[in-house]
Each structure stands twice: as C-alpha cells, then as structure tokens.
C-alpha cells in the first residue's frame, strides 16, 4: 500500500522563525513528489520535485527531494503570518501513473 | 477564467437522500480528480476520470458514483447519503501527462 508520511502534524512559530517540514513516501514506481499549501479552501501547488538533490525555490520557499531516502524537505525562510496554512505532500506514483497520494500535511501557525 | 468551480459550496442532506455535486473546469483538462478530504485523513481519491465517457475506481470509492458525459464536467453521484459521507469534497483536474493537479474550493457536505 502507497504511504506519504508527513511530520509534524502542527507547528507553532514565530514571525522571521526558519521552519522545516518533512515528507516520506513509500510508493512503488515513483515519479513525482508535489507540495501543496491549503489556506481556507483549496490546496494551491507549489513545487513539484523528480530528481534527487535539486533545490526549487520560490522566493522565501524552497524544498529538495532526497530519493534515496525516500523523502522531502519544504523549507520557509522568515516567516509570516500568512504562510499560516495546512502543507500538504503528495506523490504521484503507484497503481495509477497519474494519481496523487496524499500525506495528512502539517498545519503551520506563524503568530506575529 | 475561472479555473476550476464547484457547485453547492454547501449542502445539509438527511441520511438516505440523494445528491449530484457538479464540477467544471475550463482549462481545456483531460484528468479530473473527486476526493474528500476529513479531519486527520488527508485528501482521499473518490474516483478519477482520464477523458470523456471514461472513470474508473479510486482509494474510496464505495457509496459514491460519477459520470463525465462532457469534457469539462464531472459529476459525483450519492445515491443514499450516510453520515459517513459528511466531508469537504474537493475537484481537480489536470493535463494529461502531467502530475500537477488544480483544485476547486471545496463543497462542504453535512450529512444528519
């Protein structure tokens, strides 16, 4: 059975904070690993990462795919309050090419 | 354009009634993508379709049924609603080919 783990479940910063959110799969036939942020409604894509230790980035984010060890890191550099959000990993993989399995992401709560 | 639309945003059903949740999207997708999304479960695959007149079974797929009679709509199906089936529900649709997935807002399903 494909598993995307994601840690912490929460986390509780402060504003100008560094935080590191993890992803680990377990997925046969691997393609793909994507983060997503979910404020109030829909999830919203951010990167999506195939090769092993290239860096994407995007502004004050940024993440890395370590598929050796099977996992993921989404980095956020000073953080603000409106980079309060659910993250969610997912990885594209599995029975299906083209489905996504979802971890249970973590929920961040930058307070000022 | 609107991306991809959801209808109702909410909806209070009684067990045992019936309801149709409409997706549409207008980016010209071929894959769409119903999931739910519950408290500590992360976004569940209902069913997915990769074209016209096509879908097939995802993670959760019991109670449920959807057609795509066109391209950019999908429909999810309860025939006799349980209070299992209370969930956000989300759509997402995606190019064919391509793992990232573009999410709808949701529709908040409230089963008594």
């Known amino acids: 059975e494909d598993k995307v783990v994601q840690s912490p479940l929460s986390l509780v910063v402060h504003e100008g904070d560094t935080v590191t959110l993890n992803c680990s799969y377990e997925?046969?036939?691997?393609?793909?690993l994507l983060w997503y942020k979910q404020e109030k409604k829909a999830p919203t894509f951010l990167f999506m990462l195939t090769s092993s230790g290239i860096e994407k980035k995007s502004g004050r984010l940024s993440s890395i795919l370590d598929k050796k060890e099977l996992s993921s890191i989404l980095n956020i550099t000073a953080t603000q309050t409106g980079d309060s959000a659910i993250y969610l990993c997912?990885?594209?993989?599995?029975?299906?090419?083209?489905?996504?399995?979802f971890g249970k992401g973590t929920k961040l709560s930058v307070i000022p | 354009n609107a991306g991809v639309t959801q209808t109702p945003k909410f909806r209070v059903l009684k067990t045992g009634q019936s309801m149709t949740l409409l997706c549409a999207q207008d980016m010209n997708h071929e894959y769409m993508y119903w999931y739910r999304q519950d408290p500590g479960m992360g976004l569940r695959l209902i069913h997915y379709s990769v074209g016209e007149g096509t879908t097939a079974k995802g993670e959760v797929p019991d109670g449920y049924n959807v057609s795509r009679l066109k391209k950019q709509n999908f429909l999810l199906g309860l025939e006799s609603a349980a209070p299992s089936q209370t969930s956000v529900y989300f759509c997402?649709?995606?190019?064919?080919?391509?793992?990232?997935?573009?999410f709808g807002p949701g529709t908040r399903l409230t089963v008594l």
């Open positions: 997925v046969t036939n691997f393609r793909s």
């Open positions: 997912a990885v594209a993989g599995g029975a299906g090419s083209y489905q996504l399995t």
């Open positions: 997402a649709s995606s190019v064919a080919g391509r793992y990232e997935q573009f």
